[in-house]
Structures are given as C-alpha cells and as structure tokens.
Nanobody, 120 residues
Framework: QVQLVESGGGLVQAGGSLRLSCAAS????????MGWYRQAPGKQRELVAG???????NYAESVKGRFTISRDDAKNTVYLQMNSLKPEDTAVYYC??????????????WGQGTQVTVSS
C-alpha cells in the first residue's frame, strides 16, 4: 500500500558525509513515525535513528553526535545526515515508516535499502 524510496547512499572515505533521503507515497493518512535502520554483513538489523510525528528523536549510541534525523512532512520525507563517517557505519540502510492508512489500519513499511560504504 505504501512505497518508500531511499536515495543518497554511496561510497565515501572515513570522515566524510552523506545525506540519505526516504520519500513515502501511497495509501497514507498519517505517518506516526519514520526511522532509519541498517544491517551490516553478519549483523542483525539495528535502529540507527527514528523520529515521531511529534518530533521526538532517538539515536543509536554509536551514531550520537554524528548523525541527525529530520523530516519534511509536506513531502512525506525523512532524511539522515551522516557526518564523520566511520568504516563501521558500512551497511545497507533501510527506511521504515509506521503508517495509518486511509482506511484506518496500521502498517509498517520498508524501503528497498541503500548501500553506504565507508572506506578507511
């Protein structure tokens, strides 16, 4: 019912920056929260950063002070500004949205993922 499209991934050197974007479209009444998860090879998927409809944010301890999550409600888009990137940030980054549809049902939707690779 909902499509999430991520963009902005790529290859950067350690210490560099990237900005990820995730745009949601489809059967959306409201978006209750959006977040970024990542999964590295051999690792479980983890929450990197999230933001609620009320603007409350939370971050994984490993990215605090380096990453910033923000949103543009008019565009149903969430961003992740990633600064001071480290090789251990290398992963596939997935956008997630907690959505109330126009019919009143709740859904959690995932994007296809975007690769972030940080070289040392």
């Amino acid at each position: 019912q909902v499509q999430l499209v991520e963009s902005g991934g790529g290859l950067v050197q350690a210490g560099g920056s990237l900005r990820l974007s995730c745009a949601a479209s489809g059967n959306i009444l409201t978006i209750r929260a959006m977040g970024w998860y990542r999964q590295a090879p051999g690792k479980q998927r983890e929450l990197v950063a999230g933001i609620t409809s009320g603007g409350i944010t939370n971050y994984a301890e490993s990215v605090k002070g380096r990453f910033t999550i923000s949103r543009d409600d008019a565009k149903n888009t969430v961003y992740l500004q990633m600064n001071s990137l480290k090789p251990e940030d290398t992963a596939v980054y997935y956008c997630n949205a907690a959505i109330t549809s126009r019919s009143g049902t709740y859904y959690s939707s995932w994007g296809q993922g975007t690769q972030v690779t940080v070289s040392s």
